[in-house]
Protein backbone atom coordinates (compact mmCIF):
# COMPACT_ATOMS: atom_id res chain seq x y z
CA UNK A 1 0.00 0.00 0.00
CA UNK A 2 2.57 2.34 1.14
CA UNK A 3 4.98 1.29 -1.85
CA UNK A 4 2.28 1.86 -4.45
CA UNK A 5 1.95 5.45 -3.17
CA UNK A 6 4.93 6.14 -3.57
CA UNK A 7 5.55 4.34 -6.65
CA UNK A 8 2.60 5.80 -8.27
CA UNK A 9 1.37 9.07 -6.37
CA UNK A 10 -2.14 10.18 -7.19
CA UNK A 11 -0.63 13.80 -7.83
CA UNK A 12 0.48 15.40 -11.14
CA UNK A 13 2.73 17.01 -8.87
CA UNK A 14 4.08 13.48 -7.35
CA UNK A 15 3.80 11.95 -10.65
CA UNK A 16 6.44 14.47 -12.34
CA UNK A 17 8.64 14.49 -9.33
CA UNK A 18 9.04 10.54 -9.37
CA UNK A 19 9.78 10.60 -13.12
CA UNK A 20 12.11 13.72 -13.30
CA UNK A 21 14.03 11.75 -10.31
CA UNK A 22 13.88 8.48 -11.94
CA UNK A 23 15.08 10.10 -15.25
CA UNK A 24 17.94 12.14 -13.65
CA UNK A 25 19.16 9.43 -11.58
CA UNK A 26 19.47 7.40 -14.65
CA UNK A 27 21.48 10.06 -16.86
CA UNK A 28 23.49 10.26 -13.87
CA UNK A 29 24.29 6.50 -13.42
CA UNK A 30 24.92 6.92 -17.56
CA UNK A 31 27.32 9.85 -16.78
CA UNK A 32 29.10 8.58 -14.04
CA UNK A 33 29.80 5.27 -15.65
CA UNK A 34 31.11 6.46 -19.00
CA UNK A 35 33.08 9.29 -16.79
CA UNK A 36 34.40 6.03 -15.06
CA UNK A 37 35.79 4.19 -17.99
CA UNK A 38 37.39 7.47 -19.85
CA UNK A 39 39.32 7.76 -16.56
CA UNK A 40 40.24 3.99 -16.29
CA UNK A 41 41.45 4.36 -20.06
CA UNK A 42 43.05 7.48 -19.46
CA UNK A 43 44.83 5.70 -16.44
CA UNK A 44 46.09 2.76 -18.54
CA UNK A 45 47.00 4.57 -21.93
CA UNK A 46 49.59 6.98 -19.32
CA UNK A 47 51.18 3.07 -17.64
CA UNK A 48 51.69 1.85 -21.46
CA UNK A 49 52.86 5.25 -22.56
CA UNK A 50 55.15 4.99 -19.67
CA UNK A 51 56.09 1.66 -19.61
CA UNK A 52 57.70 2.63 -23.91
CA UNK A 53 59.00 5.65 -22.49
CA UNK A 54 61.21 2.94 -19.93
CA UNK A 55 61.90 0.57 -22.89
CA UNK A 56 63.99 3.56 -24.88
CA UNK A 57 65.43 4.85 -21.65
CA UNK A 58 66.71 1.84 -20.58
CA UNK A 59 67.89 0.84 -24.58
CA UNK A 60 69.75 4.39 -24.21
CA UNK A 61 71.56 3.69 -21.11
CA UNK A 62 72.23 0.11 -22.33
CA UNK A 63 74.19 1.83 -25.65
CA UNK A 64 75.96 4.33 -23.59
CA UNK A 65 76.81 2.22 -20.37
CA UNK A 66 76.49 -1.32 -20.65
CA UNK A 67 74.20 -4.44 -19.77
CA UNK A 68 75.64 -5.03 -16.40
CA UNK A 69 75.47 -1.11 -15.87
CA UNK A 70 71.85 -1.51 -16.78
CA UNK A 71 71.12 -4.41 -14.56
CA UNK A 72 72.21 -2.47 -11.82
CA UNK A 73 70.39 0.22 -12.28
CA UNK A 74 66.68 -1.86 -12.93
CA UNK A 75 68.12 -3.85 -9.35
CA UNK A 76 67.82 -0.44 -7.78
CA UNK A 77 64.70 0.66 -8.87
CA UNK A 78 62.74 -2.39 -8.28
CA UNK A 79 64.16 -2.44 -4.68
CA UNK A 80 62.85 1.41 -4.50
CA UNK A 81 59.17 0.55 -6.05
CA UNK A 82 59.06 -2.44 -4.05
CA UNK A 83 60.23 -6.09 -6.09
CA UNK A 84 55.90 -7.03 -6.07
CA UNK A 85 55.02 -3.42 -7.87
CA UNK A 86 57.56 -3.59 -10.34
CA UNK A 87 59.48 -6.94 -12.30
CA UNK A 88 62.39 -6.98 -14.90
CA UNK A 89 63.44 -9.77 -16.42
CA UNK A 90 66.61 -9.84 -19.29
CA UNK A 91 66.56 -11.97 -22.19
CA UNK A 92 68.96 -13.22 -24.83
CA UNK A 93 67.57 -12.20 -28.47
CA UNK A 94 66.08 -15.81 -28.48
CA UNK A 95 64.08 -15.19 -25.58
CA UNK A 96 66.63 -17.15 -23.23
CA UNK A 97 65.80 -16.39 -19.58
CA UNK A 98 69.30 -14.63 -18.48
CA UNK A 99 68.04 -11.78 -15.16
CA UNK A 100 65.15 -11.44 -13.40
CA UNK A 101 64.56 -9.58 -10.38
CA UNK A 102 61.04 -11.88 -9.00
CA UNK A 103 60.62 -11.52 -5.40
CA UNK A 104 58.47 -15.02 -5.55
CA UNK A 105 55.08 -12.90 -6.67
CA UNK A 106 55.87 -12.94 -9.59
CA UNK A 107 56.24 -16.76 -10.04
CA UNK A 108 53.53 -17.58 -12.09
CA UNK A 109 54.33 -14.98 -14.94
CA UNK A 110 54.61 -17.39 -17.65
CA UNK A 111 56.59 -15.62 -20.58
CA UNK A 112 54.61 -15.09 -23.31
CA UNK A 113 54.82 -17.41 -26.48
CA UNK A 114 57.30 -16.80 -29.09
CA UNK A 115 57.79 -13.19 -28.09
CA UNK A 116 61.51 -12.92 -29.20
CA UNK A 117 60.28 -13.99 -32.59
CA UNK A 118 56.93 -11.81 -32.25
CA UNK A 119 59.24 -8.91 -31.46
CA UNK A 120 62.08 -9.35 -34.27
CA UNK A 121 58.92 -9.37 -36.48
CA UNK A 122 56.98 -6.35 -35.21
CA UNK A 123 59.78 -4.30 -34.33
CA UNK A 124 57.67 -2.90 -31.70
CA UNK A 125 57.25 -3.43 -27.66
CA UNK A 126 54.49 -6.04 -26.93
CA UNK A 127 52.52 -5.04 -24.11
CA UNK A 128 49.55 -6.68 -22.54
CA UNK A 129 47.40 -6.75 -19.60
CA UNK A 130 47.80 -9.78 -16.50
CA UNK A 131 46.03 -11.39 -13.88
CA UNK A 132 48.29 -12.99 -11.34
CA UNK A 133 46.94 -15.22 -8.13
CA UNK A 134 49.75 -13.95 -5.56
CA UNK A 135 48.88 -10.13 -6.40
CA UNK A 136 45.93 -8.39 -5.74
CA UNK A 137 45.80 -5.66 -8.42
CA UNK A 138 46.30 -6.58 -12.25
CA UNK A 139 49.66 -5.87 -14.25
CA UNK A 140 50.43 -4.57 -16.96
CA UNK A 141 53.53 -5.89 -18.76
CA UNK A 142 55.75 -5.40 -21.73
CA UNK A 143 58.42 -6.46 -23.89
CA UNK A 144 61.36 -4.96 -25.75
CA UNK A 145 64.38 -5.09 -27.52
CA UNK A 146 67.96 -3.38 -26.59
CA UNK A 147 70.20 -3.32 -29.29
CA UNK A 148 73.60 -2.17 -29.91
CA UNK A 149 76.85 -2.91 -32.04
CA UNK A 150 77.89 -5.14 -29.48
CA UNK A 151 74.29 -7.13 -29.46
CA UNK A 152 70.87 -7.22 -28.65
CA UNK A 153 68.72 -8.32 -25.29
CA UNK A 154 65.50 -8.85 -24.58
CA UNK A 155 63.74 -6.89 -21.66
CA UNK A 156 60.50 -7.57 -19.83
CA UNK A 157 59.12 -4.98 -17.93
CA UNK A 158 55.80 -5.58 -15.37
CA UNK A 159 54.05 -3.34 -13.48
CA UNK A 160 51.32 -3.54 -10.90
CA UNK A 161 48.62 -1.23 -11.90
CA UNK A 162 47.60 -0.84 -7.94
CA UNK A 163 48.15 2.86 -8.23
CA UNK A 164 45.25 3.12 -11.11
CA UNK A 165 43.59 0.86 -9.25
CA UNK A 166 43.57 3.18 -6.12
CA UNK A 167 42.44 6.24 -8.04
CA UNK A 168 39.53 4.93 -9.40
CA UNK A 169 38.59 3.15 -5.49
CA UNK A 170 38.63 7.09 -4.51
CA UNK A 171 36.69 8.01 -7.54
CA UNK A 172 34.00 5.20 -6.74
CA UNK A 173 34.35 6.12 -3.11
CA UNK A 174 33.41 10.02 -4.04
CA UNK A 175 30.43 8.84 -6.03
CA UNK A 176 29.00 6.52 -3.68
CA UNK A 177 29.23 9.52 -1.15
CA UNK A 178 27.92 12.04 -3.67
CA UNK A 179 25.00 10.29 -5.56
CA UNK A 180 22.68 9.94 -2.73
CA UNK A 181 22.73 13.77 -2.17
CA UNK A 182 23.19 13.83 -6.35
CA UNK A 183 19.56 12.48 -6.31
CA UNK A 184 18.40 14.08 -2.74
CA UNK A 185 18.73 17.27 -5.29
CA UNK A 186 17.12 16.51 -8.23
CA UNK A 187 14.00 15.68 -6.32
CA UNK A 188 14.14 18.85 -4.19
CA UNK A 189 14.25 20.42 -7.79
CA UNK A 190 11.73 18.67 -9.50
CA UNK A 191 9.25 19.14 -6.41
CA UNK A 192 9.75 22.37 -6.77
CA UNK A 193 9.34 22.67 -10.62
CA UNK A 194 6.49 20.44 -10.67
CA UNK A 195 4.37 22.68 -7.71
CA UNK A 196 5.78 25.78 -9.40
CA UNK A 197 4.33 24.93 -12.87
CA UNK A 198 1.07 23.55 -11.06
CA UNK A 199 0.16 26.44 -9.09
CA UNK A 200 -1.99 27.80 -11.81
CA UNK A 201 -3.35 24.71 -11.82
CA UNK A 202 -4.17 25.08 -8.14
CA UNK A 203 -5.58 28.57 -8.79
CA UNK A 204 -7.70 27.14 -11.26
CA UNK A 205 -9.35 24.63 -8.84
CA UNK A 206 -9.47 27.18 -5.66
CA UNK A 207 -11.54 29.25 -8.10
CA UNK A 208 -13.75 26.32 -9.07
CA UNK A 209 -14.19 25.56 -4.91
CA UNK A 210 -15.60 29.29 -4.44
CA UNK A 211 -17.87 28.83 -7.36
CA UNK A 212 -19.35 25.96 -6.26
CA UNK A 213 -19.95 27.43 -3.15
CA UNK A 214 -21.28 30.34 -4.40
CA UNK A 215 -19.35 32.81 -5.66
CA UNK A 216 -20.32 32.63 -9.06
CA UNK A 217 -18.57 36.05 -10.27
CA UNK A 218 -15.02 34.68 -9.31
CA UNK A 219 -13.00 34.45 -11.84
CA UNK A 220 -9.03 33.11 -12.27
CA UNK A 221 -6.73 36.34 -12.28
CA UNK A 222 -4.29 35.87 -15.19
CA UNK A 223 -0.55 36.12 -14.11
CA UNK A 224 2.34 35.31 -16.17
CA UNK A 225 1.98 31.42 -15.57
CA UNK A 226 3.17 30.06 -19.10
CA UNK A 227 1.32 30.12 -21.77
CA UNK A 228 -0.64 26.95 -21.28
CA UNK A 229 -1.83 27.34 -17.88
CA UNK A 230 -2.74 31.21 -18.86
CA UNK A 231 -5.27 29.96 -21.93
CA UNK A 232 -6.38 26.98 -19.43
CA UNK A 233 -7.25 30.26 -17.02
CA UNK A 234 -8.53 32.65 -19.62
CA UNK A 235 -10.82 29.05 -21.39
CA UNK A 236 -12.22 28.51 -18.02
CA UNK A 237 -12.89 32.78 -17.23
CA UNK A 238 -14.72 32.45 -20.61
CA UNK A 239 -16.24 29.33 -20.27
CA UNK A 240 -17.83 30.49 -16.65
CA UNK A 241 -18.88 33.86 -18.65
CA UNK A 242 -20.70 32.00 -20.66
CA UNK A 243 -22.45 29.52 -18.25
CA UNK A 244 -23.41 32.87 -15.87
CA UNK A 245 -25.03 34.64 -19.33
CA UNK A 246 -27.10 30.82 -19.65
CA UNK A 247 -27.87 30.85 -16.25
CA UNK A 248 -29.17 34.75 -16.48
CA UNK A 249 -30.93 33.50 -19.37
CA UNK A 250 -32.70 31.40 -18.08
CA UNK A 251 -33.59 33.25 -14.98
CA UNK A 252 -34.74 35.40 -17.28
CA UNK A 253 -36.59 32.96 -18.87
CA UNK A 254 -38.38 31.91 -15.84
CA UNK A 255 -39.31 35.09 -15.11
CA UNK A 256 -41.36 35.34 -18.59
CA UNK A 257 -43.29 32.08 -18.46
CA UNK A 258 -44.05 32.44 -14.96
CA UNK A 259 -45.61 36.08 -15.96
CA UNK A 260 -47.07 34.66 -19.39
CA UNK A 261 -48.34 32.02 -17.31
CA UNK A 262 -49.68 34.25 -14.32
CA UNK A 263 -51.77 36.14 -16.94
CA UNK A 264 -53.89 33.89 -18.30
CA UNK A 265 -55.02 32.00 -14.94
CA UNK A 266 -55.57 35.09 -13.19
CA UNK A 267 -58.52 35.86 -15.92
CA UNK A 268 -59.25 32.15 -15.57
CA UNK A 269 -59.55 32.52 -11.63
CA UNK A 270 -61.60 36.01 -12.35
CA UNK A 271 -64.07 34.20 -15.03
CA UNK A 272 -64.33 31.17 -12.39
CA UNK A 273 -65.17 33.64 -10.21
CA UNK A 274 -67.49 35.86 -11.73
CA UNK A 275 -69.41 32.64 -12.55
CA UNK A 276 -69.55 31.66 -8.99
CA UNK A 277 -70.73 34.34 -7.26
CA UNK A 278 -73.07 36.37 -9.72
CA UNK A 279 -76.49 35.23 -11.48
CA UNK A 280 -76.61 35.11 -15.15
CA UNK A 281 -78.76 33.71 -17.54
CA UNK A 282 -77.41 31.39 -20.38
CA UNK A 283 -76.34 33.08 -22.75
CA UNK A 284 -73.88 34.67 -20.47
CA UNK A 285 -72.55 31.20 -18.87
CA UNK A 286 -71.86 30.66 -22.58
CA UNK A 287 -69.62 33.79 -23.00
CA UNK A 288 -67.93 33.08 -19.76
CA UNK A 289 -67.11 29.41 -21.14
CA UNK A 290 -66.02 30.58 -24.08
CA UNK A 291 -63.75 33.07 -22.43
CA UNK A 292 -62.22 30.15 -20.25
CA UNK A 293 -61.85 28.41 -23.71
CA UNK A 294 -59.76 31.10 -25.18
CA UNK A 295 -57.69 31.43 -22.42
CA UNK A 296 -57.16 27.54 -22.16
CA UNK A 297 -56.20 27.86 -26.13
CA UNK A 298 -53.95 31.01 -25.04
CA UNK A 299 -51.96 28.51 -22.18
CA UNK A 300 -51.59 25.49 -24.59
CA UNK A 301 -50.24 27.52 -27.60
CA UNK A 302 -47.53 28.74 -24.95
CA UNK A 303 -47.09 25.58 -23.89
CA UNK A 304 -46.98 23.31 -26.62
CA UNK A 305 -44.14 26.27 -28.21
CA UNK A 306 -42.10 25.47 -25.39
CA UNK A 307 -42.52 21.96 -25.77
CA UNK A 308 -41.28 22.31 -29.44
CA UNK A 309 -38.76 24.87 -28.87
CA UNK A 310 -37.35 22.02 -26.91
CA UNK A 311 -37.50 19.21 -29.54
CA UNK A 312 -36.56 21.46 -31.43
CA UNK A 313 -33.60 22.29 -30.02
CA UNK A 314 -32.24 18.52 -29.58
CA UNK A 315 -31.98 17.96 -32.78
CA UNK A 316 -34.52 16.97 -35.34
CA UNK A 317 -32.33 14.96 -37.48
CA UNK A 318 -33.88 11.79 -36.44
CA UNK A 319 -37.01 12.61 -37.64
CA UNK A 320 -36.12 13.99 -41.22
CA UNK A 321 -37.44 13.18 -44.91
CA UNK A 322 -37.01 14.45 -48.34
CA UNK A 323 -39.65 17.50 -48.57
CA UNK A 324 -41.38 19.40 -51.21
CA UNK A 325 -40.49 22.94 -49.88
CA UNK A 326 -42.63 24.27 -52.76
CA UNK A 327 -45.61 22.17 -51.80
CA UNK A 328 -45.24 23.29 -48.36
CA UNK A 329 -45.81 26.84 -49.03
CA UNK A 330 -48.75 26.52 -51.27
CA UNK A 331 -50.42 24.19 -48.61
CA UNK A 332 -49.08 27.34 -45.70
CA UNK A 333 -50.24 29.78 -48.17
CA UNK A 334 -54.10 27.79 -48.68
CA UNK A 335 -53.80 28.13 -44.95
CA UNK A 336 -53.51 31.46 -44.32
CA UNK A 337 -55.32 33.04 -47.05
CA UNK A 338 -58.67 32.63 -44.74
CA UNK A 339 -57.03 34.62 -42.27
CA UNK A 340 -55.17 37.02 -44.84
CA UNK A 341 -58.77 37.39 -46.55
CA UNK A 342 -60.41 38.67 -43.33
CA UNK A 343 -57.50 41.00 -42.38
CA UNK A 344 -58.12 42.34 -45.66
CA UNK A 345 -54.26 41.29 -46.91
CA UNK A 346 -52.92 40.40 -50.16
CA UNK A 347 -51.44 37.08 -49.97
CA UNK A 348 -49.55 35.44 -52.74
CA UNK A 349 -46.86 33.01 -53.72
CA UNK A 350 -44.14 33.28 -56.65
CA UNK A 351 -42.45 30.19 -56.00
CA UNK A 352 -43.13 27.80 -58.78
CA UNK A 353 -40.27 25.66 -59.15
CA UNK A 354 -39.50 22.81 -57.16
CA UNK A 355 -37.89 23.27 -54.06
CA UNK A 356 -36.17 19.50 -52.50
CA UNK A 357 -34.92 19.67 -49.22
CA UNK A 358 -34.19 16.90 -46.05
CA UNK A 359 -36.14 18.09 -43.39
CA UNK A 360 -39.39 17.69 -40.95
CA UNK A 361 -42.05 18.08 -43.07
CA UNK A 362 -44.58 19.08 -39.74
CA UNK A 363 -41.64 21.87 -38.00
CA UNK A 364 -40.90 23.18 -41.61
CA UNK A 365 -44.78 24.31 -41.80
CA UNK A 366 -44.25 25.55 -38.35
CA UNK A 367 -41.35 27.53 -39.44
CA UNK A 368 -43.25 28.97 -42.76
CA UNK A 369 -46.68 29.37 -40.42
CA UNK A 370 -45.23 31.42 -37.93
CA UNK A 371 -43.72 34.06 -40.34
CA UNK A 372 -46.56 34.13 -42.47
CA UNK A 373 -48.81 34.62 -39.51
CA UNK A 374 -46.36 37.37 -38.16
CA UNK A 375 -46.39 39.00 -42.06
CA UNK A 376 -49.98 39.13 -41.67
CA UNK A 377 -50.94 39.53 -37.80
CA UNK A 378 -48.49 42.80 -37.92
CA UNK A 379 -49.60 44.47 -41.83
CA UNK A 380 -52.52 46.54 -41.75
CA UNK A 381 -55.78 45.94 -43.62
CA UNK A 382 -54.69 46.87 -47.53
CA UNK A 383 -51.06 45.15 -47.38
CA UNK A 384 -49.69 42.56 -49.39
CA UNK A 385 -47.56 39.79 -48.26
CA UNK A 386 -45.49 38.38 -50.86
CA UNK A 387 -43.46 35.06 -50.64
CA UNK A 388 -41.08 34.27 -53.62
CA UNK A 389 -37.55 32.20 -53.51
CA UNK A 390 -33.84 32.57 -55.00
CA UNK A 391 -31.31 29.58 -55.67
CA UNK A 392 -28.00 30.67 -54.40
CA UNK A 393 -25.67 27.52 -55.13
CA UNK A 394 -26.53 24.73 -53.02
CA UNK A 395 -29.20 26.79 -50.50
CA UNK A 396 -32.21 27.95 -51.47
CA UNK A 397 -33.47 31.39 -49.65
CA UNK A 398 -36.86 31.51 -48.75
CA UNK A 399 -38.11 35.56 -48.39
CA UNK A 400 -41.46 36.23 -46.75
CA UNK A 401 -42.12 40.13 -47.19
CA UNK A 402 -45.02 42.00 -46.08
CA UNK A 403 -45.80 45.65 -45.87
CA UNK A 404 -46.66 46.07 -42.08
CA UNK A 405 -45.63 48.50 -39.46
CA UNK A 406 -41.63 47.68 -39.98
CA UNK A 407 -39.48 46.76 -36.49
CA UNK A 408 -37.19 49.35 -35.38
CA UNK A 409 -33.17 48.86 -35.79
CA UNK A 410 -33.16 48.75 -32.22
CA UNK A 411 -35.31 45.77 -31.61
CA UNK A 412 -34.03 43.84 -34.70
CA UNK A 413 -31.03 42.46 -32.94
CA UNK A 414 -33.77 41.15 -30.07
CA UNK A 415 -36.33 39.52 -31.80
CA UNK A 416 -34.79 35.99 -32.29
CA UNK A 417 -35.24 36.08 -28.24
CA UNK A 418 -37.91 34.16 -26.56
CA UNK A 419 -40.71 35.98 -25.08
CA UNK A 420 -39.28 39.46 -27.23
CA UNK A 421 -42.42 41.62 -28.03
CA UNK A 422 -41.53 45.41 -30.10
CA UNK A 423 -43.38 48.08 -28.46
CA UNK A 424 -45.20 48.77 -31.67
CA UNK A 425 -46.82 45.56 -31.54
CA UNK A 426 -47.52 45.00 -27.97
CA UNK A 427 -51.91 45.76 -29.11
CA UNK A 428 -51.56 42.46 -30.91
CA UNK A 429 -51.90 38.88 -29.09
CA UNK A 430 -48.54 37.01 -28.78
CA UNK A 431 -46.22 35.33 -26.59
CA UNK A 432 -42.66 36.16 -27.77
CA UNK A 433 -42.20 32.62 -28.56
CA UNK A 434 -42.54 32.43 -32.61
CA UNK A 435 -39.31 33.88 -34.00
CA UNK A 436 -37.14 31.82 -31.72
CA UNK A 437 -39.33 28.48 -32.47
CA UNK A 438 -38.84 29.30 -36.48
CA UNK A 439 -35.18 30.72 -36.02
CA UNK A 440 -34.55 26.91 -33.78
CA UNK A 441 -35.91 25.37 -36.70
CA UNK A 442 -33.88 26.86 -39.44
CA UNK A 443 -30.97 26.13 -37.79
CA UNK A 444 -31.79 22.54 -36.97
CA UNK A 445 -32.23 22.32 -40.94
CA UNK A 446 -28.42 23.72 -41.25
CA UNK A 447 -29.87 26.85 -42.14
CA UNK A 448 -30.34 30.47 -40.85
CA UNK A 449 -32.60 33.59 -40.58
CA UNK A 450 -32.45 36.99 -41.34
CA UNK A 451 -34.28 40.23 -41.68
CA UNK A 452 -34.52 43.29 -43.06
CA UNK A 453 -36.87 46.30 -42.00
CA UNK A 454 -38.19 49.97 -41.84
CA UNK A 455 -40.68 51.22 -39.56
CA UNK A 456 -44.25 51.61 -41.67
CA UNK A 457 -42.87 50.33 -45.42
CA UNK A 458 -42.54 46.83 -44.25
CA UNK A 459 -40.40 43.50 -42.84
CA UNK A 460 -38.55 40.86 -45.09
CA UNK A 461 -37.62 37.88 -43.38
CA UNK A 462 -35.34 36.04 -45.28
CA UNK A 463 -34.98 31.62 -44.31
CA UNK A 464 -31.71 30.15 -46.08
CA UNK A 465 -31.73 26.28 -46.49
CA UNK A 466 -29.53 23.93 -47.47
CA UNK A 467 -31.17 22.36 -50.65
CA UNK A 468 -31.35 18.31 -51.04
CA UNK A 469 -27.89 17.30 -52.70
P1 LIG B 1 -46.17 34.51 -31.16
O1 LIG B 1 -45.60 34.39 -32.51
O2 LIG B 1 -45.44 33.67 -30.17
O3 LIG B 1 -47.61 34.35 -31.08
P2 LIG B 1 -45.17 37.16 -31.43
O4 LIG B 1 -45.57 37.21 -32.84
O5 LIG B 1 -45.28 38.41 -30.66
O6 LIG B 1 -45.85 36.00 -30.65
P3 LIG B 1 -42.60 36.49 -32.50
O7 LIG B 1 -43.25 35.85 -33.65
O8 LIG B 1 -41.45 35.82 -31.87
O9 LIG B 1 -43.63 36.75 -31.34
O10 LIG B 1 -42.14 37.93 -32.91
C1 LIG B 1 -41.42 38.73 -32.01
C2 LIG B 1 -41.70 40.19 -32.22
O11 LIG B 1 -41.11 40.59 -33.45
C3 LIG B 1 -43.16 40.48 -32.39
O12 LIG B 1 -43.76 40.70 -31.14
C4 LIG B 1 -43.12 41.75 -33.24
O13 LIG B 1 -42.94 42.84 -32.41
C5 LIG B 1 -41.89 41.57 -34.09
N1 LIG B 1 -42.23 41.08 -35.45
C6 LIG B 1 -42.13 39.82 -35.89
N2 LIG B 1 -42.47 39.72 -37.19
C7 LIG B 1 -42.83 40.98 -37.58
C8 LIG B 1 -43.26 41.55 -38.80
N3 LIG B 1 -43.43 40.82 -39.89
N4 LIG B 1 -43.53 42.88 -38.82
C9 LIG B 1 -43.32 43.62 -37.72
N5 LIG B 1 -42.91 43.16 -36.53
C10 LIG B 1 -42.67 41.85 -36.46
MG1 LIG C 1 -45.30 35.51 -34.09
Known sequence: MFLNAILKPRSLAGRLTLWYTLVSTFLFTVAIGVIYLLIATVLLNQVD????????EFNDIYRERSIVELWRQLQTEAAADGADQILFRLYTEQGDLLR????????????LENFALTLRADNEPLINGIHLQDHEFPARTIYGTLTDTNGSYIIQIAESLEERADILEIFRLAVLICFPFLILLSLMAAWLMAKTSLSGVQ????????????????????????????????????MLDKIQLLIRGMREMNDN??????????RIRGIAETTLTGSHDESQYQQLAGSTIEEC?????????????AETEAGLAASMEVVNLTELIDDACELYQALAVQSDIELGSKVDQDLIIDGNKQFLQRLIGNLLDNAIKYTSAGGKVTIDHKVCGKDVLIRIADTG????????????????????????????????????IAKAHWGNISVQSIVAEGTQFTITLPLRA
Not at 100 to 111: A, F, I, M, Q
Not at 257 to 265: G, N, R
Open 257 to 266: IAHDLKSPLA
Open 297 to 309: DRLLHLINTMLDL
Open 405 to 440: MGIRQEDLANIFERFYRCDLSRSKPGTGLGLSLALA
Open 49 to 56: SDLVEDIA
Open 100 to 111: STDDGTWDDLEP
Open 203 to 238: KVTDTAIDISNGALGERVSLTDQGLEIDRLAATFNS
